[in-house]
């Protein structure tokens, strides 16, 4: 899914008003997979490299499968929750009244791999890596038009827009109304902006 959609998701899931730590982490958690996708794009973009070269063959070679592998790994955020977690409650001697920071890091992150697994095709990632390098081949993709990609754009921007309404009202800051409005604005934005590079 769109990197917004990630956002708006583990956001709904996690966000709390006044636990700025905690919604630090889940941020964070959500962004990380798409990491590598963020560096190559901006990447490219200061260097001119055309977004073709970018995602037809710099995205699909060395480093980046690498790079996209270790972002993408569910085993990784599974093992940084459950050990956050078990070292909090180790530590408090008694049951945790909220989740551990980096618990909430990696469960936003694994709601991350939770919203891709069923919309990749030939960009399906190995998300049980380092331990099998299987991929989920989805007939569904969340852009590509030759695999139902249109609909599902529809379906994740009104995902989207129902998730930011619901954070709307649960946060009054100005700053995070914003926020809200230009992930709204991005499902408009990001694919006028694939239209006018091909
Ligand atoms: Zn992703």
Do not use: C
Not at 15 to 40: E, H, Q, S
Not at 58 to 79: D, G, V
Not at 158 to 168: H, M, P, R, V
């Amino acid at each position: 899914m769109n990197t917004q959609t990630h956002l708006l998701v583990a956001a709904a899931i996690f966000a709390k008003p006044d636990a700025p730590r905690r919604n630090t982490a889940l941020v964070i958690g959500a962004l990380l997979p798409d990491f590598p996708v963020l560096t190559l794009f901006v990447w490219g973009s200061v260097t001119g490299v055309p977004q073709g070269e970018l995602w037809g063959s710099i995205y699909f070679s060395e480093p980046m499968l690498t790079f996209t592998a270790i972002a993408n790994a569910a085993p990784l955020y599974a093992a940084i929750a459950l050990l956050a977690w078990a070292y909090a409650r180790w530590k408090s001697g008694a049951p945790l009244p909220t989740l551990p920071t980096l618990t909430v890091l990696g469960l936003a992150a694994l709601t991350h791999l939770a919203g891709d697994f069923p919309v990749h095709v030939e960009d399906a990632h190995p998300h049980f890596w380092p331990f099998s390098d299987w991929r989920f081949h989805s007939p569904v993709s969340y852009w590509d038009g030759a695999y139902n990609g249109r609909a599902f754009s529809v379906f994740e921007a009104t995902l989207g827009l129902a998730l930011a309404a619901i954070l709307y009202k649960r946060f009054n800051a100005t700053w995070v109304h914003v926020l809200l409005g230009t992930a709204v604005v991005a499902y408009f934005a990001v694919p006028v902006f694939w239209f006018l590079q091909f």
